[in-house]
Structures are given as structure tokens and as C-alpha cells.
């Protein structure tokens, strides 16, 4: 019972529903694992051992009384600290919000906890989870347990390092540009990202958004198996109505056309062998079990992913910019002064250009997966990267950027992704991407388990 830790949350659940074990062995085994290995990676920045126990014999005892198990009962989960969990602080990688403690759970915290699982720790963000690495002069940095030489990925990177080195069986994450796909991808897991209006959003501590975060961050689920994230979705995506967005679909879509449109290297976008290679086989096996596979276009990616840039960076001028000049973090400000390098400031007209264009963008991307409901891609045209590559001159940050064409072009037109990790290229992992209209996770979900019908292999084991 030592190494229940291993287990993965679709496996764990029903033998403690059926309490052949105990939530309190289990909670316990991740706790024993946290110890062991999160002194190398820095992954969980704020633990709760003592409230995790307590909720675990809790759930002990009401399944001693007869009363029903939630489809998480009893799963170690970790949360992003960038989203309010009652007593603990908010901190977003900032030392300015140290002492942020929030009253309240988001309600994907909220979710989470009404579904039985059980929350063991904090995961560790970039400053401003502005970043597709992990590391902030509050918490310090996040080693990937792959490689500790790669980044973990950002900005979720606390949450794919957790996850695939077994502290906790699902990791929550934040995705406005690739935050949930990319680490899950660099730590050799699986990321979702749903749909806008899937997962209700909202942070007490901070209020409503603006206009770029309403429509583009989503929180989602990392796991090491495909089931697990359907799992999780679907205890994240219970109502809330504290998010104005959040919309009451079904989890499962109707019957559509098993095509898959193949995108290899969209709008000029460049690709290292490795990753053309793991697509090819990712198409095959699509193709092995009964899709349709064929090389298309899509709409612009390179148009959308200028936009949402744009929008995103106009967001942090007037929202950001004094409590980036308080924080001081150098890494922050050296990827700010890179992202304003590519994004002039906006003014009103452009504004309303931007969501304009958004519109049209939208409409464009949806007609496209409404006769194409899958599309194979790129996670990133790069293998993971050496950590910090972006923070190290501006060419550096330039080369990330660019090869992250596909992951920050989607969030714009709020549609969800998958990013499903296959064959590591040594100790590298590799990820391909998938990608559906809206609401229809449910059609990723399945092809990604074509792709990985089996958990993928636990590091530091």
C-alpha cells in the first residue's frame, strides 16, 4: 500500500468507493512521495499535510456511513496558485500577493472538492504566469522531472512536474497561450484545455477580468492518463455562476464524421525532425483505427495569434505594468519588454479592430472543424526547451515565441486543445496536439486515447 501514489486517479477512485483501501492510505502514500521528491523540483510551493489528512478521513468516515462516493473520492489533486483556494494565498508567482490569502474557493476548486477529491499542495508559476518556463523570486524555480536540464513549462509548470512525478494522480492548470498544454507536453503528460465557458472561472481576490482574459483563460486538467482527464473535466465543469461565461453543455456531442484534418506545419511554421516524425505517427494510428486522415490548410493561425498577442499585451499595459514596476522580477520584465517588443500599444480603435477580427477568425475556425471536427498538429515546432532559453537574449525569446505558433493561436477563438504526450526522444518528451470545436472535448478525449490508451510512465520512479 506504500506506493499507492503510482496509481492514476481513474484507478485509485473506485478501489477507495469500494474501500478496499482507505482515502487516508492513499492521501497519505502522495504525502510520503511529496516528501521524497519535491525538495528536487520545487514543483508544490505550498503543501497542506495536515488539512489534506483530515479531509481524507473525512471522506473515510462518510463512506463508513453508507453515503455515496463523488467520482474523485479520494484523489490527490494539486492547485495553481494563481487561483483562490480558501486559506491559502493567491500569489501568482508575486511576492506583492504573498499575503493574498483568499476567503473562498474558485469555483474550480470549489468543483474539484464536491466531486471528493482531495486538494495535497500548491503548484508553483512563473511571475504573473507570464511564461512558458517556471520560475519567480518568491517560490523560486520548478525543475522538470524528465530532464532537469528543459524547462518544465509555464505557466503551468508546478502542475506537469507534479503530475509526472507522481505528487498527486491530476494537476489543475491555467491556459491563455498554451499554459496547461505546454508543460504537460515538456513534462511528458497529458494537458486539456476546454473550451471557453467550459470550466466556470472567477477569483474573489481579484475581480472580474478584462476583456482578453474573459474570453481566452481557461483553467483544465494535466494527467498521465487520457481517462483521468476526462475525469477531471468533468468535476471542473460543474455549474458556477459566478462565471457569466460558463455555458451548461453536454460532455458527450453528437455523432460526427471521423475525419482529422492533418496540419503539419501551418503558415510557414518551422518543425524539428522529431516532432514531423511523432505526427506522422500520431496520423497513422488516427488512420489504423478508422479516421479519416488528410493533410488540409486551416484558417489563419499566424493572423490570430498576432491578435491575441496584442490583446493579451494591451491587457497588461493598463492592468500589469505598476505591479510588474512593484515585483520587480527580472524574468517578468524581461519577457514583458519582449512581448511589448512584438505587440505596439492598442489604442480603442484597435480595440475594437482586434475583436472584430475576432469575430471573423472565429466564424472561420468553427465552419473549418464543423467539416473537419479534428485537427492533428503541434504542440511546438521545438522539443522542449533548455530552461531559461527565453530570459536569455532577445533571439532566445524570438525562437520560443515562434514556436509556439499553434498553442497561442487557439485560445483566441476559445476553442479547446489537447496536448497528448507519445514517444520521448530519449529522456525528451514529445507531444502532438489535437484540436476540436467548441464543447466537443469529448471527440479530443477519444482520439487522444487512440494515440495513448495507456498511462505514461511515472518520472523520478
Known amino acids: 500500500m506504500t506506493e499507492l501514489w503510482k496509481l492514476t486517479a481513474s484507478e485509485i477512485a473506485p478501489l477507495i468507493a469500494a474501500r478496499q483501501i482507505s482515502a487516508m492510505e492513499a492521501v497519505a502514500s502522495v504525502l510520503e512521495r511529496i516528501e521524497a521528491v519535491n525538495p528536487a523540483l520545487n514543483s508544490i510551493v505550498q503543501r497542506m499535510d495536515e488539512q489534506a489528512l483530515a479531509e481524507a478521513q473525512a471522506v473515510d468516515n462518510a463512506l463508513a456511513r453508507g453515503e455515496a462516493a463523488g467520482p474523485l473520492t479520494g484523489v490527490a489533486v494539486t492547485i495553481k496558485v494563481n487561483v483562490d483556494q480558501a486559506g491559502f494565498a493567491t500569489t501568482n508567482g508575486l511576492r506583492s500577493q504573498a499575503g493574498l490569502v483568499a476567503e473562498a474557493d474558485s469555483p474550480v476548486v470549489a468543483n474539484l472538492r464536491k466531486a471528493g477529491a482531495i486538494v495535497v499542495g500548491r503548484t508553483n508559476t512563473p511571475a504573473f504566469s507570464l511564461r512558458w518556463f517556471t520560475r519567480n523570486s518568491l517560490h523560486g524555480a520548478t525543475t522538470n522531472p524528465r530532464d532537469p536540464a528543459l524547462t518544465p513549462g509555464g505557466s503551468s509548470g508546478g502542475a506537469g512536474a507534479a503530475v509526472a512525478s507522481g505528487m498527486g494522480a491530476i494537476g489543475h492548470g491555467t491556459d491563455i497561450a498554451g499554459s496547461i498544454r505546454y508543460p504537460a507536453y515538456a513534462c511528458g503528460v497529458h494537458g486539456l484545455r476546454p473550451s471557453l465557458g467550459r470550466v466556470p472561472a472567477f477569483n474573489p481576490t481579484a475581480g472580474d477580468r478584462l476583456i482578453g482574459g474573459q ?9 498521465r492518463s487520457i481517462p483521468d482527464l476526462r475525469l477531471a473535466l468533468a468535476a471542473m465543469a460543474a455549474r458556477d455562476m459566478r462565471d457569466p461565461w460558463w455555458q451548461p453543455m ?23 525532425q522529431p516532432i514531423r516524425d511523432a505526427l506522422r505517427v500520431a496520423a497513422a494510428k488516427l488512420s489504423d483505427a478508422g479516421y479519416q486522415v488528410e493533410e488540409v490548410t486551416p484558417p489563419p493561425l499566424r493572423e490570430a495569434r498576432d491578435m491575441q498577442l496584442r490583446l493579451w499585451m494591451a491587457e497588461f499595459r493598463q492592468d500589469g505594468t505598476a505591479a510588474l514596476r512593484a515585483e520587480n522580477d527580472p524574468d517578468a520584465n524581461f519577457v514583458y519588454a519582449q512581448m511589448t517588443r512584438h505587440c505596439p500599444e492598442m489604442d480603442l480603435p484597435g480595440m475594437m479592430a482586434t475583436l472584430k477580427a475576432r469575430a471573423r477568425l472565429t466564424r472561420l475556425w468553427r465552419t473549418f472543424l464543423a467539416e473537419w471536427p479534428l485537427m492533428l498538429c503541434p504542440v511546438s515546432g521545438a522539443l522542449p526547451f533548455p530552461d531559461g532559453q ?13 514556436a509556439q505558433l499553434t498553442m497561442i493561436t487557439i485560445p483566441f477563438m476559445g476553442l479547446p486543445g489537447l496536448s497528448v504526450a507519445v514517444a520521448p526522444v530519449g529522456s525528451t518528451p514529445v507531444g502532438v496536439q489535437l484540436v476540436a470545436d467548441q464543447f466537443r472535448e469529448d471527440l479530443l478525449l477519444a482520439a487522444g486515447e487512440v494515440l495513448a490508451p495507456e498511462p505514461v510512465g511515472l518520472a523520478m520512479a
Open 215 to 223: 474570453l481566452m483563460a481557461v483553467s483544465g486538467p494535466l494527467a
Open 250 to 272: 453536454p460532455l458527450c456531442g453528437a455523432d460526427v464524421p471521423r475525419k482529422v484534418a492533418y496540419v503539419e506545419a501551418p503558415d510557414g511554421m518551422q518543425l524539428v
Open 390 to 402: 527565453d530570459v536569455a537574449s532577445p533571439a532566445g525569446f524570438d525562437a520560443v515565441l515562434e
